[in-house]
């Protein structure tokens, strides 16, 4: 997979939607979102049900139009000619929600391959990028010609994501794609969209209600509340604003609440580590030195 051109970023200005507006169904999804998504990392998207990320990712290609203000990708106007809106359905992939549900071909292959037939792409290609996603969601080839329906539900899913995977969109965007999901499955599909990431170098955008994931696979993080972008900034400086991350109905992860309680008992911890990788190296060294554990 070749990396060249794929560090793309979205720019929101003075982006608003409004949902059926000028009725008395009218509500307003986003008021005034100004923020920029960085490219070539993985930004993790959270805020309470109903703060507007999924109106925000469906902006990102196109599949919604701003009431009014721009989006941005790579620089451009998504907008500015309404009919070249395509070409940036194919640069910006968007995975919904248990997207397993939308699988219809007759075999994985063809599944993965729709895509990549639609953009034109010869046999060869398409067969070179359908092995190429099927290996980052963990499945093997032998697969191909079954059935999608044949799998279970999280195969299903993965399928779906590495039909998506298979465009190379410079901008993957997935809306909670662990969504129901086994620890044990949520693992096999980060773990895989963060292999795809490092690999490809291209922008991914997720969207969670775990801030364990968040803390675990995203490397920046964009916090929503009430139709309104309220920070965006790297892992380490918005879980070290929990007091914030609580007030609007999120949390941060178990670990950081562990290691805030240490520091408040005393114990000469950092207060913003989020990962059990980061406690473990913390705690390690002032175990060795009171003798409780060896090496």
């Known amino acids: 997979m070749t990396t060249e051109n794929k560090a793309t970023s979205i720019r929101f200005e003075n982006v608003s939607y409004i949902y059926s507006p000028d009725t008395p169904f009218e509500k307003r999804a986003l008021d005034c979102i100004n923020t920029e998504i960085e490219g070539g990392v993985i930004t993790g998207l959270i805020g309470h049900t109903g703060s507007g990320k999924s109106t925000l990712v469906q902006l990102m290609n196109g599949l919604l139009k701003p ?6 990708v790579g620089g451009r106007d998504i907008w500015e000619d309404p009919k070249k809106i395509r070409e940036f359905r194919f640069r910006v992939g968007l995975v919904f929600q248990y997207p397993e549900y939308q699988l219809f071909e007759e075999t994985i292959y063809k599944d993965i391959a729709f895509g990549p037939s639609n953009m034109g792409l010869d046999e060869a290609e398409i067969k070179a990028r359908v092995l190429e996603s099927l290996d980052f969601v963990g499945l093997d080839a032998s697969m191909l010609d079954k059935s999608p329906f044949d799998l279970s539900g999280g195969q299903k899913r993965r ?8 465009m190379r969109p410079e901008v993957l965007v997935l809306d909670e794609p662990a969504a129901g999901l086994d620890p044990r499955g949520r693992e096999e599909i980060l773990g895989g969209v963060h292999e795809y990431q490092r690999r490809s170098g291209s922008t991914v955008i997720i969207v969670s209600h775990s801030m364990e994931d968040m803390a675990k696979y995203a490397d920046r993080l964009l916090v929503m509340k009430g139709a309104e972008v309220i920070k965006n900034g790297d892992c380490h400086e918005i879980f070290a604003e929990s007091e914030t991350l609580t007030s609007i109905g999120l949390d941060v992860p178990q670990i950081t609440r562990f290691m805030k309680a240490l520091a408040a008992r005393g ?29």
């Open 67 to 72: 009431t009014c203000g721009k989006v941005y």
């Open 159 to 166: 399928v779906a994501i590495a039909g998506i995977m298979a």
């Open 267 to 295: 114990v000469d911890v950092p207060a913003d580590i989020f990962t059990v990788d980061e406690a473990a190296a913390a705690l390690l060294p002032l175990l060795r030195k009171e003798g409780g554990a060896s090496c």
